[in-house]
């Protein structure tokens, strides 16, 4: 009867604790399940101004183990937000690695583009070794365009962290499914 008593104890506790955390930053809120109970920070930064955009971050930290960045761009002019051409601009970055899956899916409730295993270079741009990455990207206002066969937007979404380890690949596919950002009016 304790084992079973302990087993509900331990179901109850790892649904408690994994919840939906919420940032706000700037004029977005940033909504996500990353469906751990481990320990871990998130941080809002920005927002960071240049002539052409202003950016925000929303850092994803477990201390000594990985961090996981969101981020968001707001252009001042309208850019190209073709899944297909961001796709093929990832795909330049893996081409022949067996290791890589870069294909367009839905990320909250949106067209974008899903890579797995993208390479992660230094500081003079060499691949490190055993060093992988996930990222997302996505538009949270593309439209097609009146003029030809294409999409644009302002504000994009570009999601990035380790992909190493079965860990990493569960934290990766949880805020897949559960990201959302929300602009404020």
């Given at each position: 009867m304790k084992f079973y008593a302990f087993l509900a104890l331990?179901?109850?506790?790892?649904?408690?604790?994994?919840?939906?955390e919420k940032k706000t930053i700037g004029p977005f809120e940033v909504?996500?399940?990353?469906?751990?109970?481990?320990?871990?920070?998130?941080?809002?930064?920005g927002?960071?101004?240049?002539?052409?955009s202003t950016g925000y971050t929303v850092i994803i930290d477990f201390a000594n183990k990985s961090t996981l960045g969101i981020y968001i761009s707001e252009t001042k002019e309208l850019d190209d937000a073709t899944p297909k051409a961001t796709q093929n601009a990832i795909k330049s970055r893996v081409m022949n690695d067996p290791n890589a899956s870069v294909e367009i899916d839905t990320i909250d409730g949106r067209e974008g583009?899903?890579?797995?295993?993208?390479?992660?270079y230094n500081e003079q741009l060499q691949p490190i070794e055993n060093e992988r990455s996930f990222m997302y990207?996505?538009?949270?206002?593309?439209?097609?365009?009146?003029?030809?066969?294409?999409?644009?937007?302002?504000?994009r979404v570009w999601v990035v962290g380790p992909w190493t380890s079965e860990w990493d690949d569960s934290i990766a596919r949880n805020l897949l499914k559960t990201l959302k950002i929300t602009k404020k009016s």
């Open positions: 331990l179901l109850f506790l790892s649904v408690a604790s994994a919840a939906t909504a996500f399940d990353l469906n751990t109970t481990e320990n871990h920070t998130v941080e809002a930064l927002p960071a101004e240049t002539n052409v583009v899903v890579a797995f295993g993208v390479p992660v990207v996505y538009w949270l206002d593309s439209k097609k365009c009146e003029c030809g066969p294409v999409y644009v937007g302002k504000t």
